[in-house]
Structure formats: structure tokens, C-alpha cells
């Protein structure tokens, strides 16, 4: 549910603030009685270091009732984080942003693309976190899963889920011995908080976005409040009338073959990966047998842990991958890969994803147990599964019903399956590449929608606005003028483009780079150092060779060609690490271009000259290192000029050590 590359949104956000216009004198928010402004209590995401009130955002804790049934009874808070309008002229209806999951953040996925969002001209963005998860009061976040995560992921697949059901098992008790009504958590009540926040905050009517588990809230929130919302945009559909879970091994298999498929029908891809089916297959097979072990860090503690991959965990580690945008330009690659034991993707790739310490498990459950577990394994079609397919997607199924049966929550009634009827104008999004809400999903919801435009991306995943100025733009016409088609020709264009061939370089540097990698980014910055000293000797000799010239000192009567030597060796050092860093910055930014290039931290074939550099920085810095301790033996130069090419020929040294840390001598390996 997230999509963004890390240094060029850094760059984005910050140009977008600096060139932002502020926003016209507004009145300040109103004072309910059951709003209360506070700090506000999350990060902008990569760019941790400004406040958010510092971008613009104005946050605090909307009280509710626990049971909207019962308004004097008990309450819950929930954080809000306002956005107001850039434009001199601001429409008073903002738009709601709503994540999915259910129990996803909300700020974190939306933070820093609202900034920098053209919607922000004309309307206030209103971001919320729905009851029970990250940052709510009560949160249901299952802190009990990451105590248990690191061992779990070593162990094998069933070991896991069982240690998995024991965490479970520990945060039910820790909830309900901290009085926490389980059942009061659910998408009716949630519902019910859209519009209670709307009314705290002022504002008349809303325009509603969600995002997956967010879409079956806004279905939820047409039906019981079409009065409080002016449109609704639902972006990667979960419709009322269909229980997504017993989809799991249907829409599992669609996207494995849509994967499969799309390669086959493209003649490079093709071409480069004939056998891709059978290869992914034998894989499957081949771990099952001989499972791997991947080491991975996780991005909060730095800390390595072993990631037992079996079959099934490589088909898991996949289907949360497609999540991801232009994932069908990679699978093949990621199939090669694999199937060779390179694990650079899923090293960068798979922490990100596992060590989610902002999901709350707790809300999760609470609303699917309520809403979607009326069923069983019966329930659950495997007509025209491939048989590894349906006993991954069957083991996702059995663990909500195992979960469920222990979380004990009251049934929503059977109404809440009903097909959501309504006029209000709706924009319904869908992304060809969806792994689990497929465009079906959302024909099915807007059928029953008498005012709603279908938008079908042909190359998007899960998630398909806030990618690219041409959906910015479907979703701003929508919103000025939701009487009318928005015009989605930009879209229409969209085409499965850019496969990775298989003889891509895959380079370890952008990948930790690209991860924001604490360690990366100091070897990085070390390596530069290094470099710069290494560099000086293009202004430092010359400047002393004048400064002899004109005091007519006399030349050294002996070991001139050893200085010589020295003094050549360092300054072609210099050029040739240049030439490499420049034609690095040259092909990485051509990689900015393709997507699925950047994910895979990928470069051009066309760059592989370019690594042979660092085997010759290698033979040079040893020459170096062997030149200065002929000029300390044959006392060349006065002791400053032998220390300061010392300090030269050891930093070349240090800097090919970094090369090597960082895994620049190993990507022709």
C-alpha cells in the first residue's frame, strides 16, 4: 500500500515546500468540545527531520463514542492531521483520506504525498487514523508479534504460524484484560467515525478518498451517511458483496498467471525468459525440498536475522512484492535470481515489509471476524488452481479462521453484504496488476453505483492514485467537476513496458542507498571523504610546482622519476575514481527513468565497462601504497611532501576498501 522511491521524494517534498505558496489567512480550526488540538504525534516518512507542523499540518485527537448507539457511554480518540488549502480562493469541502488494511497508518502512507499534492491548492487534506490502530486511543497494535519475529522468521513454515498463533493468543489477553471491547471495532463504528470527525472539524460535506480496506469503509459510509459526502474516490476495490478472503486462492492465482502471462506475450521478455512458467515452477518445488536462508536487517533495531524461505514463504515474499508498482516488469528477473541464489531484491525489499512495527494486527482481526469469516474451507473455490497456488493461498485462509475462532468478536449483521447503493458521484480505481482486489472487484462495486466512473490503470497495482502527475490529474478533474466522465485518456495509455533483462547489474550500493540504509550512507559518505583527499593532489601539487618555480628552488638531485612516479600514479587514481563515480551518477540516473530498474537497484548492461574501474583503482592504490615506501627509504621530497603522499596513497587504499564493503567489485561476480 505505499509506493515511493526514498532520495527522490526527498527531493520532491523539499521543492514542493520551498516553492509552495502559503496559504491564504484561514480562520482557525473550530473548538468542539470533542476535538482537541496536539503536536502532532507521527514522522513524515524520509524526511524525519522537519516537524510536520513545520509542513503545514495541524493535528489532534477527535473524541468518539465507543458505541455510536450509546453517545454518553465510553469514548476512544482518534488523531487527525489537517492540511489547509495553498490557494487564495479555497473550496470548503476538503478530501478525507482513508488507509486500508484494516489497521494500516494512515500517516505514513499519506504524509508526504498530501504535501506535495496538487488537490492541496484547492481544498484542506484531511488524514485520520481509524479506531484501534497506530497512534489511537485505545491502539490494538500487536506488539506481541514483533517480540516473537525474529525467531519466527528462522523457523520453518508451520512452526511459524504456530508461533504466530501463540503471539495472537498473548495480545487477545493483554486487550481484553485492558477492558478493551473487541467487537466495538469494526467497519459500522468506523463508519460512523468519518463523519463524527467531519463534524468536529466544521466541514459540511467531504470528498472521501480510501485505498483497499479504506474503499469498504467509504462503501460503508455512502450507505449509512450519503448526506455527509459530496464524492468518494475508492482506489483498489473490496466490495460488500464479495468476502475477499474466500477470494484469496482465485485472485492469487489470476495474478501469478497475469504475471506469468504478460511475459509471455512480450517478445523481449519472451525472448529473455522463454521458459519463465516451468522455470517458477521447478523453484517452487526446489525450495520446498531445499529451503534457503536469507539474511535480511531490520531497518528499526540494524539487527540481522535469518529468514527461513521454503516454497510457500517464496510465494508469500512474492504476493506481498506485487503490491508494489510495475512488479510484472521484474518478476522474471526475480525468478532468475532466485532460482541462481541471488537475494540482493528480497534483502532490500522483504525488511521493509516484514518489520511493519505501524500495522495493528488487533484492528485487523477485529473487523475481518466481524465482517468476513462467516465461512469455511468448503467455502473456499480451488477450481483451476495450480496445486503449490492453492495450498499457499488455503494456509492465508486457515490462519484468519484459526485467529478469528480465538478473537471471539460479535458478527456484524448479514446487511453489511448487501451491494452498496447510491448516486453520489463516485471515482472507482483499479489496477491491472492488483494482487488482491483485481478490477472484477471494482465492476462489481460501481455496478450498483448509478453515478460512478470506472478507471481500469493497465500497468498499476494495489493503489493506483498519487502515482504520476496523469492520475493526480484524473483525480483533480473528478473533484472540480464530479458531474462528468473525468478525462482519462493519459490513463488509457499506460502499457506493460520495461522488462528487466537478464543481464541487468544488479548494484548492492543503490540498494542500501535507495533504503535509506544507515550504514550505506556512512560508508558512502566515507568513500566520498576519501576521495576528496585523494583529489587534493590535483590542486596541492601543481600549487607547490608553481610556488618552486617561481622561488627558482632547485630540483631534487635524486629520485626524480620515483616522484614522478608516485605523483603519476596518484593523479590517474584520481581521474579514473571520477570517471567511475560520474559514470555510476550517470547510469543510476538513467535507471531514475524505469521504475522496476530503481527497485531491482539495477543498472544498465551498458555499464558493465564501468566496473572493471575498480579492479584498476585496486592496482593503483597498491602501487601507491609500495611508491610511498620507496619516497620514506629514498627520503624523496622534504618529510612533508613524503607525509602528505602518504596520506594520499592510504586514503586510494581506504577508498578501494570502501568500493569492496560496499559491494562495488563484486557486480561483475
Known amino acids: 500500500m505505499t509506493n515511493l522511491f526514498k532520495y527522490l521524494s526527498i527531493l520532491i517534498i523539499l521543492a514542493g515546500l520551498l516553492a509552495a505558496t502559503p496559504a491564504a489567512a484561514r480562520q482557525p480550526l473550530p473548538q468542539a468540545d470533542n476535538f482537541a488540538p496536539a503536536a502532532c504525534m507521527f514522522e513524515v516518512p524520509f524526511v524525519s527531520f522537519m516537524k510536520p507542523e513545520q509542513m503545514g499540518f495541524e493535528c489532534g485527537y477527535v473524541t468518539v463514542p465507543l458505541r455510536h448507539e450509546n453517545p454518553a457511554g465510553p469514548t476512544i480518540q482518534l488523531p487527525v492531521a489537517i492540511l489547509r488549502a495553498r490557494g487564495d480562493s479555497p473550496r470548503p469541502d476538503p478530501l478525507f483520506l482513508a488507509q486500508g488494511g484494516p489497521g494500516g497508518d494512515a500517516f505514513s502512507v499519506f504524509a508526504l504525498t498530501a504535501v506535495n499534492s496538487p488537490l492541496l491548492a484547492e481544498r484542506d487534506i484531511v488524514i485520520f487514523n481509524q479506531r484501534g490502530t497506530l497512534y489511537a486511543k485505545p491502539s490494538l497494535v500487536c506488539t506481541e508479534t514483533f517480540d516473537e519475529l525474529d525467531t519466527a522468521l528462522a523457523l520453518p513454515r508451520d512452526q511459524a504460524d504456530k508461533a504466530g498463533m501463540q503471539a495472537y493468543s498473548r495480545c487477545h489477553r493483554r486487550l481484553l484484560d485492558e477492558g478493551v471491547d473487541l467487537s466495538a471495532f469494526n467497519s459500522l463504528e468506523n463508519a460512523a467515525d468519518v463523519d463524527a470527525i467531519r463534524r468536529a472539524l466544521g466541514y459540511e460535506v467531504i470528498n472521501f478518498y480510501g485505498v483497499s480496506y479504506g474503499t469498504l469503509l467509504g462503501l460503508h459510509l455512502l450507505r449509512d451517511f450519503p448526506n455527509s459526502v459530496r464524492t468518494v474516490i475508492l482506489d483498489s476495490v473490496v466490495p460488500t458483496q464479495i468476502n475477499y478472503i474466500t477470494e484469496v486462492p482465485q485472485v492469487t492465482e489470476r495474478i501469478f498467471d497475469k504475471m506469468l502471462t504478460t511475459c509471455a506475450a512480450d517478445a523481449a521478455c519472451a525472448g529473455q525468459y522463454p521458459n519463465l512458467d516451468a522455470e517458477f515452477g521447478v523453484l517452487v518445488e526446489q525450495l520446498n525440498r531445499q529451503p534457503v536462508t536469507i539474511p535480511v536487517t531490520d531497518p528499526d533495531t540494524g539487527a540481522s536475522v535469518n529468514v527461513y524461505v521454503d516454497g510457500k514463504t517464496f510465494m508469500d515474499m512474492l504476493f506481498q512484492a506485487f503490491y508494489l508498482p510495475d512488479m510484472y516488469a521484474i518478476f522474471p528477473r526475480l525468478i532468475s535470481d532466485m532460482a541462481a541464489g541471488r537475494y540482493d531484491f528480497w534483502q532490500t525489499m522483504w525488511p521493509i515489509i516484514i518489520f511493519d512495527r505501524t500495522f495493528s494486527e488487533g484492528m485487523f482481526y477485529s473487523v475481518i ?54 448516486s453520489v458521484p463516485t471515482l472507482v480505481l483499479a489496477g491491472e496488476f492488483d494482487p488482491i482486489t483485481p478490477p472484477a472487484f471494482a465492476r462489481a462495486a460501481a455496478d450498483t453505483l448509478s453515478h460512478s466512473y470506472l478507471i481500469v490503470d493497465p500497468t498499476s497495482s494495489h493503489g493506483v492514485a498519487f502515482n504520476d502527475n496523469c492520475l493526480d490529474g484524473v483525480l483533480q478533474d473528478f473533484l472540480n467537476n464530479p458531474g462528468q466522465p473525468p478525462d482519462a485518456v493519459c490513463v488509457e495509455q499506460h502499457q506493460p513496458t520495461g522488462f528487466v533483462p537478464k543481464n541487468a547489474l544488479v548494484v548492492p550500493l543503490l540498494s542500501g542507498l535507495n533504503a535509506l540504509d544507515g550504514p550505506t550512507l556512512v560508508q558512502t559518505g566515507v568513500a566520498g571523504l576519501l576521495l576528496a583527499l585523494v583529489l587534493s593532489a590535483w590542486l596541492v601539487w601543481p600549487l607547490v610546482l608553481l610556488v618552486n618555480w617561481l622561488r627558482k628552488a632547485p630540483a631534487a638531485p635524486h629520485g626524480r622519476w620515483l616522484g614522478r612516479a608516485g605523483k603519476g600514479v596518484m593523479l590517474l587514481f584520481g581521474a579514473l575514481a571520477v570517471v567511475f563515480v560520474s559514470g555510476l551518477a550517470f547510469f543510476a540516473l538513467s535507471s531514475i527513468e524505469s521504475t522496476p530498474m530503481l527497485l531491482l537497484s539495477a543498472l544498465s548492461a551498458r555499464s558493465a565497462p564501468l566496473f572493471v574501474i575498480p579492479y584498476l583503482l585496486a592496482l593503483l592504490a597498491a602501487a601507491g601504497l609500495l611508491l610511498a615506501l620507496l619516497v620514506w627509504a629514498t627520503r624523496v621530497w622534504s618529510v612533508w611532501g613524503r607525509l602528505y603522499f602518504t596520506l594520499v596513497a592510504v586514503c586510494a587504499v581506504a577508498y578501494v576498501a570502501m568500493l569492496a564493503v560496499t559491494g562495488m567489485m563484486s557486480v561483475l561476480l
Do not use: H, K, M, T
Not at 473456499?380 to 468478536?409: F, H, K, M, T
Not at 456484524?412 to 452498496?420: G, I, Q, R, T, Y
Open 369 to 422: 471476524c466481524a465482517e468476513d469469516s462467516d465461512f469455511s474451507q468448503a467455502d473456499v473455490s480451488l477450481a483451476g488452481i495450480r496445486p503449490a497456488i492453492a495450498d499457499y493461498a488455503l494456509n492465508d485462509v486457515q490462519e484468519v479462521l484459526d485467529v478469528c475462532r480465538l478473537w471471539d468478536v460479535r458478527q456484524l449483521p448479514a446487511a453489511v453484504d448487501e451491494p452498496v447503493v447510491s
